[in-house]
Every structure is written in C-alpha cells, then in structure tokens.
C-alpha cells in the first residue's frame, strides 16, 4: 500500500515540478524568439544604413533567427530532461519522507490494536469459560456460585483497570489534551500523590519518605499527580515490607529534579530500554501475578513527562532496588 502511495506521491511531486520548469521554459523560448527577431532587425537596418545598396549583400536573417530558436528548443529539452531526472530521484525521496511518519504512526496504531486487544481478550475468555463450565453444571451449588461470581468479579475489575489505563493514555496521546500549564509548588503536588497511594501503601508496610523542598514547577496539576502516583505506585508495588520509597527533589539551573527511589526487586538490565513501551512489562513483573499492571503506568508517565517538555530516566539494579529520575521546567518554556 505504501509502496503504490510513495510512486502517486513521487508522480505528483513530479508533475508539479516539470509543469513549473515547463511554463518556464516557454517563456525562456518566448523571450529568446524575441530577443532573435530584434536584434535580426536592428542589425538588418543597420547594414541598410551602412550600404547603399543592401543587394550587394544579400543576408538572409532569417535562417539566423530560425537556428537560434532551434538551438534554444534543444538547450531547453536538455535542461527539462535533466531536470526531469533529478526531480524524479528527489520526489521518490522526498516522497518517502512525507510518508514515513504516516507509515509508523499507522503501524504503532496496529500494534497498539493488537496488544489491547490481547490484553482484553483473555479476562474476557477466563470469564467466558468459566460461566460456560459452570452452565452446564446442573449441580452447581450456592457456595459454588458465589465463588463464580467473586471470581467474574475480579476479571470485570481487570477489565476496568485496563479501560481506565488505556483512556488516560489517549488522554495524555491527545495534542491539546490537559495542555492548562502554571507555576506549582511541588510539595502540594507530591503530598496529593502520597495520598492517593497512601492505603496500598500501609496494606503493604511500606513507608512513603518526602525529601520535596519548597521548589516550583511550571506544568499541569493533574498530570504532575499523575505521574507521580504511577511512580510511587509501581515502587509501592514491587517493594518487599517494610521498605521505604524515598522522593527527592533537587533544583537546577531552569529545572527541578525529581527522584523516586524504592529498595525493591529492581530492573533487568536487558529490560531497562522497554520499560516506557506500551504493554512491555519485564520478566520480574510477569512472575508477579498480583502486582495487577497492564505496562501502560510507566508509557501514561512518559506521556505525561514529554507534555511538560521534561526527561525521565531509571537507573536499577535487580534486588537492589530502583530509582526514576524526572527533570521538570521551573519557568514557562516557549
């Protein structure tokens, strides 16, 4: 399909270009006609001037003429044929240009059907099969049932979960989507995301410790809270109780950097370049059945940072623990 849109795209670009150099060339001959013509007659009128008696030399000016018309028409042709060339090399280029973007957008879009659509089908299919198993149970007992149903009911909030995760990625994929930027002081930010993940961490033992300085940042509220809940969330997560999940911030020239650090299972080294694509979750978090992610928190908090013009980064050690490292702008950026 590509291949047959970069040959219309090139036939186009080509088109265009040589009906240019075309149009062009028409008024080149047009002017070199002219210009033939004029200088015959002037030079015609000055011989007449020049000799009493202009039979004497019989000059025919015309021929003059004719061969300088021809000689322009074969220096034209050549100069649109090479054209031609040069152009159809450059359009077929350029044509695969224009169109790369389109081709990987288009493709990221087919993975990204393919991957949620893996991702929805099997809570759907474990809910499908167990109902259809129980159906044909003409025994099925009460304790029986409401064991079914607590079970559905865990796969609808997977469901749920990963409906959420996958709006607010569009959310945060959308070009003016939550853009509402303004001077915030980061402790309130942090203090917000602790809040929001302060009962998972208390269930797990965990401990939460700010280290945030009354610095500012220029960005979206929400977003930053975001970011930062996705953050401690997957630190809180991955850690064993009673650990401690420290966040740090430290203030730059024009930035503020942020860290949050957790003592917990840690990173692959062969997994670090994958962490922020969507649906990529590493192997220590595959073995993890409960930890209950999708690998859609840790793409939504790139998202989030590339909308505030940041950089986010990890650094990790399995066992030993691991530590993302957002820089933010602390003034508007243009």
Do not use: C
Not at 39 to 60: G, M, T
Request: no cysteine; proline share 4%; aromatic share 8%.
């Amino acid at each position: 399909m590509f291949n047959r849109a970069r040959l219309k795209l090139t036939a186009w670009y080509l088109l265009i270009i040589m009906f240019i150099s075309v149009a062009f060339s028409g008024v080149i001959y047009e002017g070199i006609s002219n210009e033939a013509e004029r200088f015959a007659r002037a030079q015609e009128l000055r011989f007449e001037r020049s000799f009493p008696f202009p039979s004497v030399i019989n000059y025919d000016w015309q021929d003059l003429i004719n061969e300088t018309k021809q000689r322009a028409i074969i220096m034209l042709a050549v100069i649109n044929g090479t054209i031609l060339v040069v152009a159809g090399g450059l359009s077929y280029f350029l044509a695969g240009k224009t169109l790369r973007p389109i081709r990987e957008m288009l493709d990221e879009q087919n993975r990204f059907i393919s991957d949620a659509s893996h991702e929805f089908r099997t809570p759907l299919t474990s809910l499908k099969t167990t109902m259809e198993v129980s159906l044909r149970d003409k025994n099925l007992k009460l304790d029986d049932a409401r064991s079914l149903i607590t079970d559905s009911v865990g796969e609808v909030n997977k469901l749920q979960l990963l409906s959420d995760e996958l709006l607010q990625l569009t959310q945060y994929h959308k070009p003016n989507g939550n853009t509402m930027l303004e001077m915030l002081l980061l402790s309130k930010i942090v203090r917000e995301a602790i809040r929001k993940v302060e009962p998972l961490a208390r269930q797990k033992e965990i401990t939460i410790k700010s280290q945030i300085k009354d610095e500012k940042v220029y960005g979206n509220k929400y977003g930053l809270v975001d970011l930062l809940v996705i953050l401690l969330d997957n630190a809180i997560k991955y850690s064993p109780p009673p650990t401690t999940v420290v966040v740090k911030s430290v203030k730059n020239d024009g930035s503020v950097t942020i860290t949050v650090s957790d003592k917990g299972i840690g990173i692959a080294e062969k997994d670090l370049p994958h962490i922020f694509d969507r649906f990529y979750r590493a192997d220590t978090a595959r073995s993890r059945p409960k930890s209950g992610g999708y690998g859609l928190g840790l793409s939504i908090a790139k998202k989030i940072v590339d909308m505030h013009h940041g950089m986010i980064n990890v650094e990790s050690r399995l066992k030993k623990g691991t530590t993302f490292i957002i820089k933010l702008p602390a003034k508007p950026f243009s």
